[in-house]
């Protein structure tokens, strides 16, 4: 069987888009949604599979791709050194518009991002959260915060970390 696979819109994209296949034997295609130029919403598309000679083609498949708003960190965004103990505020700056934040959840990270702690999660809509240094078991120059705006559900809404890294040290 010979298939095709078309896409809505440019943003969607679709590997391989075309192929044959032996009767009985499947295959995979890869869809991915590429961001890039898109400001914060939720985009819709589609992705339609047909077959020659293939029973219920074509198929279509919805592609959805939700861009959140950004938080941007405002301090620590990099570069900054901080000693255990050390009583810090973090700030950010967000637009949200039309979205009821919940809750507001701070992080931070000791190995540039691959796991968080929570520094502390604060009702509503806020644009800072103070912060005691934690002791370290050694120090660390990978160090980064985030922010999370949530909703009643706890879904993320808007998101934001550290441009750079920190140091927290001993």
């Not at 029973?55 to 279509?60: A, R």
């Amino acid at each position: 069987m010979v298939w095709s696979a078309g896409k809505s819109q440019t943003w969607i994209g679709v590997t391989p888009a075309s192929g044959a296949v032996a009767s009985g034997v499947y295959t995979y295609v890869d869809i991915t949604a590429n961001p890039t130029g898109k400001t914060a919403g939720t985009y819709s598309g589609n992705v339609v599979i047909s077959g020659s000679g293939a029973v219920n083609t074509p198929q279509n498949v919805p592609i959805t791709m939700t861009i959140l708003p950004a938080i941007t960190i405002t301090y620590p965004n990099g570069g900054e050194t901080f000693r255990y103990g050390q009583n810090v505020v973090i700030t950010w700056n967000v637009n949200v518009p039309g979205q009821t934040v919940s809750k507001t959840d701070t992080y931070y990270s000791t190995d540039n991002g691959a796991t968080w702690k929570l520094v502390k999660s604060q009702t509503g809509r806020v644009a800072s959260c103070a912060w005691k240094v934690p002791n370290l078991s050694k120090a660390s120059t990978k160090c980064l915060v985030k922010s999370q705006f949530k909703n009643a559900q706890g879904g993320v809404i808007a998101e934001g970390k550290s441009d750079a890294t920190f140091t927290m040290t001993k």
